[in-house]
DNA sequence: GCCAACGTTGGC
DNA sequence: GCCAACGTTGGC
């Protein structure tokens, strides 16, 4: 079992949609590091669902229901002979929705929390898809789901 | 809206 | 292979 975390604007692909639709197509990664971070992910392990730039928090968990295969979205190009197709280069993976966080974790929060200064969240913000330990991941999720203004 | 950090591209 | 220019991400 391992744990991640994934990165999504809420004004693009928000949790809410995430819950309506009941289930996610995570494409549209276009960095070598967020790639290999989804093709390590298998079957049944546990995502946080971050919101990135507006109101920047973890709202959510999900699951990994489908490991990675090729991103669709991906425009095929081709070789130098004009025939034959380069192989696809960036992959997808499917997440469904587990539960939502009683109260969001913000990255203010993240970034208070000792424990947890040294989550790729903190040290490289602009990764979009990465591992976490267990200890992190249950923390966040232990923080989620305090009652209100009992930190 | 601004800016820092980072990744990618292209000229040399 | 280096580095400047540029584009993108994301925090604030």
Not at 86 to 97: D, I, M, S
Request: proline residues 7%; aromatic residues 8%.
């Amino acid at each position: 079992m391992n744990y991640w975390l994934v990165k999504s604007e809420p004004e693009t692909y928000g949790w809410h949609q995430f819950i309506e639709q009941g289930r996610a197509v995570w494409d549209g990664v276009r960095n070598y590091q967020a790639r290999n971070n989804l093709k390590a992910m298998q079957l049944g392990d546990q995502v946080l669902f971050y919101h990135s730039v507006t109101n920047p928090c973890v709202v959510g968990l999900a699951t990994v229901v489908r490991e990675s295969y090729p991103d669709p979205t991906e425009v095929v190009t081709l070789s130098k002979d004009g025939v034959t197709p380069k192989p696809t280069q960036w992959v997808v993976v499917e997440l469904e929705p587990v539960l939502a966080l009683e109260n969001p974790v913000s990255l203010a929060q993240i970034k208070a929390e000792p424990l947890l200064a040294n989550m790729a969240l903190v040290r490289h913000s602009r990764l979009s898809v990465m591992p976490l330990t267990v200890d992190e991941f249950e923390l966040i999720l232990a923080m989620g789901q305090k009652p209100v203004g009992n930190e």
